[in-house]
Each structure stands twice: as structure tokens, then as C-alpha cells.
């Protein structure tokens, strides 16, 4: 079995995706007192992990291992019933890896998640590894990123978008040079550096990385030497004055089928309860920052979902499924005085 065969301009790689899913999302309790956050759902007929899912196999990257801890059965059965690739062919599947009992059974950390599965990777032999986060709400192209890798001849390529300086400090946040390599990487500072030219704004990591395998696999067994379990707090800092670093602008990355009305570039971090909801909004409305409803970028499993209907009805429909499914959440967890969405307004 190898992973996924990629084609680039003419150039083929082997891809393996690993997607980290196993944090507990403390932030977004109650709703993840019995689930984990990326089995959380989304849109009304959606889980957050089918973002990541979507995006890759959209961009051709199609192995894929899911590692999931905390509260796994809701993404496992999930991904069990709607991500079965089994009939597509041997090198085409998702799947769900939960901690090796040799380790203790837990996932001390992102980096060390990924250090309890190095036997994947060697089984599998890719070209380049991409690591990803399963939390977010996001419509990227991978092979775009996996482009600027290979012209930049980096080791490693790291996602990268603005985010307010205000909030800057719940994330990795990166200083970069004018050709895009990383200068400086701090885990959640809390004197967040602003961007030279957008000083309003900090150049935040987005959890989604590209590794050449062998950088990863012997700097994995380096830090497992070492304690280090994290990749924002141990591994990526280590590898800026060793390696090639690059950070790849998400600003522009595009998408095929984005309708005018939309946000280029669309993240979201889904974080808390309100980010939770106000993400909601964004996909609202006869103009959404975020139409779901993508024909030539679809978030998957799109063909399993119940009825689909396209146009003002389906909108409508939609509307009334993310409606019914928030409810019993800003009634239970937000003030009376929260302003919840009214069905068919963004």
C-alpha cells in the first residue's frame, strides 16, 4: 500500500495526510462533554472534521489517517459510515487511529501524536506528509500549498493567514521574510507581533503543515528523544535555523466555484461558542460568506446527505436545518440578550 500518487505539473509525489483530531475543545463545552470537537456538528447535516476531509481529497490527496483521542466514538463511527473508500481502490481511504498502547495509550501532544504513528509513515514511504488540523471551517486547495513547497525547495511549509492582533495571541504566530521564509516562530505570545506592513493585524500559523518525510520522521524521533510533544511549542521553532521553513499565504489560495458574494480565502477557527455560531452565520443568507453549496468544491460526504435541492429552496432549507440545530445550543449556553440569527438573513 503507498499513499496517495499526486500529480503536479507533470511531477508526481506521494502524499500521505495526517489529520490531528484528538483535542477536547474545552472551550466549546457543553457541546463537547460527550463528543470531540471535530465530531461536532456543522451546517446541519455536516461534522467539522469533513472541512479538512473535503479539502484534501478535493485536492487529489487521498490517504489519509485521522488521529482522534478524546471522545473518538461519534468520529469514528462517523467517518466509518460517511468517508468509506474502501470499493475505490487500495491506496484511497480514511481512517481512524487512536493512541498506541505501547505509548501509554494518550497522545501527550500534536507532535507526539504523529511520533506513536512514524510506522505509518514508513510503511507508506511518501514524498511529503502533510499534517492538518480537523477543527477548522476552511475551503483551501492543497495542491496549491503542496506547489509553493516544491518552488520554494522548502523542508517544511507552513500555512499561514492574518489574524487581529487583539486575538493574535491564541495563536502560533510567525515573522517571515519577503520571499516567505520564516524567520521567527512563537507559540502563543502574549506580546503578539504585528505584520510590518499590517501592523493591525499578526501572520498566524493555521495548524496545516507540509513535511518532506524525512525531515519529519528524523526530527520526530528527536524530539521523542528529547520530552518534546508539541509542534508549536517545541518542534517548528527548533526547525527555523536548521531547515528550510516557508510559510505559504493562504490569502491566496483560490478555489474553484467561489460565487463573487463570498470571503476569499475562507478560516475560520472555531474555538468557542461564539466563534461556533458566528461561523454559522457566515454560511446564512442568499449570499453567505461561505456557500456550502459549491458544486466544483463540494464538502464531502455531499452525495450521502439527505435531499439535496439547489436554489433560493435549498438555501432555505439549509437555513432552517443550521437554525433547528443551534436552537437548543444559544438557548442553553448564551445570555437571552444574544443575538440568534433569524433563518434566511446572513
Not at 491566496?252 to 458574494?261: A, D, E, F, M, Y
Request: charged share 20%; hydrophobic share 40%; proline share 7%.
Amino acid at each position: 500500500m503507498t499513499a496517495t500518487l499526486f500529480k503536479d505539473q507533470g511531477i508526481q509525489q506521494k502524499i500521505l495526510a495526517i489529520v490531528l483530531a484528538g483535542g477536547q475543545g474545552a472551550r466549546l463545552r457543553p457541546l463537547t462533554a460527550t463528543q470531540a470537537k471535530p465530531a461536532l456538528p456543522f451546517g446541519g447535516c455536516f461534522r467539522l472534521v469533513d472541512f479538512v476531509l473535503s479539502n484534501l481529497v478535493n485536492s487529489g490527496i487521498d490517504s489519509i489517517y485521522v488521529l482522534a483521542q478524546y471522545k473518538p466514538e461519534t468520529l469514528i463511527e462517523h467517518v466509518a459510515s460517511k468517508w468509506d473508500m474502501a470499493a475505490c481502490g487500495r491506496e484511497r481511504f480514511v481512517r481512524v487511529v487512536l493512541p498506541q498502547p505501547e505509548f501509554g495509550g494518550l497522545f501527550r501532544g500534536t507532535a507526539d501524536a504523529v511520533v506513536q504513528n512514524l510506522a505509518l509513515i514508513e510503511q507508506h514511504k511518501p514524498d511529503l506528509v502533510a499534517v492538518f488540523a480537523a477543527d477548522q471551517v476552511c475551503r483551501m486547495d492543497v495542491s496549491q500549498m503542496v506547489q509553493y513547497h516544491r518552488e520554494c525547495d522548502a523542508d517544511v511549509t507552513i500555512a499561514t493567514t492574518q489574524v487581529p492582533i487583539g486575538s493574535a495571541s491564541s495563536f502560533g504566530i510567525i515573522e517571515a521574510g519577503y520571499r516567505g521564509e520564516i524567520l521567527d516562530f512563537q507559540e502563543k505570545p502574549e506580546t503578539p507581533i504585528g505584520i510590518p506592513f499590517n501592523p493591525s493585524h499578526a501572520c498566524a500559523s493555521m495548524g496545516n503543515y507540509l513535511f518532506n518525510t524525512g525531515v519529519l520522521v528524523e526530527e520526530l524521533e528527536r524530539a521523542a528523544r528529547f520530552g518534546e510533544t508539541d509542534f508549536g511549542a517545541h518542534l517548528l521553532p527548533r526547525l527555523i535555523p536548521n531547515y528550510h521553513v516557508h510559510a505559504y499565504d493562504f490569502s491566496g489560495n483560490i478555489v474553484p466555484g467561489r460565487l463573487p458574494h463570498e470571503e476569499p480565502a475562507y478560516w475560520r477557527d472555531v474555538g468557542t461558542l461564539e466563534d461556533y455560531v458566528r461561523a454559522h452565520r457566515d454560511i446564512l443568507g442568499l449570499a453567505p460568506l461561505f456557500d456550502l453549496q459549491n458544486p466544483l468544491w463540494p464538502v464531502q460526504p455531499a452525495a450521502k446527505t439527505p435531499q439535496r435541492v439547489f436554489g433560493d429552496r435549498r438555501r432555505y432549507q439549509q437555513a432552517l436545518e443550521v437554525h433547528s440545530s443551534l436552537a437548543q445550543v444559544v438557548g442553553s449556553v448564551f445570555p437571552p440578550q444574544w443575538d440568534v440569527m433569524q433563518t434566511g438573513n446572513a
